[in-house]
DNA sequence: CTTTGTACCATCCGATTCGGAGCGTTGTCA
DNA sequence: TGACAACGCTCCGAATCGGATGGTACAAAG
């Protein structure tokens, strides 16, 4: 079977959350990984199925209340989640941005600038007050990386729609 | 019916070409909006055909040759796209980028950012390429906006991947 | 001790999207 | 005239999507 992007951030958050069932790892990967990579939820109740076929996981079901399904790697899976980390090169991103769409095609800048402006300037700060919650935590190097990218991004579209705004 | 981005890159291609065949819209989408907003080619071989449905797009076959299917908007095309370019609101961008996908879970930031480093400074040299091509033109204003959004970014990305080489 | 409300939690399925396999066509060069 | 490459298009199985639906635990109200 072969492995997807929905299945290494299922092997990775398992691997921050020791274990976790599906309604975790939805609540995991809403406000994180969820920025720069978003999996509908019905996929991560699949998903983990999957790999527990494949051997990448293993899961036991609680004892007493709900009875869910709570998911944790095995070690075939730590190995997966490695080997795929170590591998340097990765497929181009993709970036579907309908803000762009309409002004390439002609739409007035300023009235979509001011839209974007909101809406940009409103994800900055929700990044720069996460960052502050993630500072003193060991062991978040890498969300902490993707978060400054995102911040950095930010920080160019605030500028970019400003500018077009007129302001 | 309802319009899709999709529906609106085929009726704005149509908008700058006059007329074109699905293949041309093909070429015309890929290196332009294609940057920021991917349509697998089958698509653009559907769509025409549903917004022909819909009265927005008309069809006439080429008399000699390959007979080939000739789209063109529509006074109600014409009139779908303007709506579509003057309401300001848009729904949020989507992001999606493997890079950041490993470096949240913990790979070596060094290794990723020199594979990533070459593929955006390429990106950046050919945006910047296209953009000397297109500054005389009249008409652009739109495109070069997109292009000039896309070049700030990707800079953003070849300073954040040097930084994480570690140069 | 029942009722009601509300988070929590999970599954399903029809509809869309995807992208690649495959195939006819045109033109070109030997 | 045969072979080959580039052009142009269609189709279809597979994957993805996300919304509709429905069940469960728990607490507060009556």
Redesign the pocket.
């Known amino acids: 079977m072969a492995l997807?992007p929905?299945s290494y951030i299922v092997l990775g958050l398992l691997s921050f959350a020791g274990e976790a069932?599906?309604?975790?790892l939805k609540a995991g990967h809403s406000g994180s990984v969820g920025s720069f990579w978003?999996?509908?939820?019905?996929?991560l109740?699949a998903e983990p199925d999957r790999l527990v076929a494949a051997g990448l996981v293993s899961m036991r079901r609680e004892e007493d209340?709900?009875?869910?399904?709570r998911y944790s790697l095995t070690d075939a899976g730590r190995e997966a989640l490695r080997d795929w980390l170590a591998e340097p090169g990765t497929p181009p991103a993709e970036f579907r941005e309908p803000a762009l769409l309409k002004l390439f095609f002609g739409a007035d800048p300023g009235s979509v600038a001011a839209s974007q402006l909101e809406q940009h300037r409103g994800r900055l700060a929700r990044y720069e007050q996460i960052r502050v919650g993630l500072l003193g935590q060991p062991g978040t190097e890498g969300p902490l990386l993707t978060l400054d990218a995102g911040i950095e991004h930010e920080r160019v579209w605030v500028d970019y729609w400003t500018r077009l705004a007129g302001g």
Not at 38 to 43: I, R, T
Not at 65 to 69: I, M, N
């Open positions: 997807t929905t069932t599906p309604y975790e978003s999996v509908p939820h019905s996929q109740y209340g709900r009875r869910r399904k």
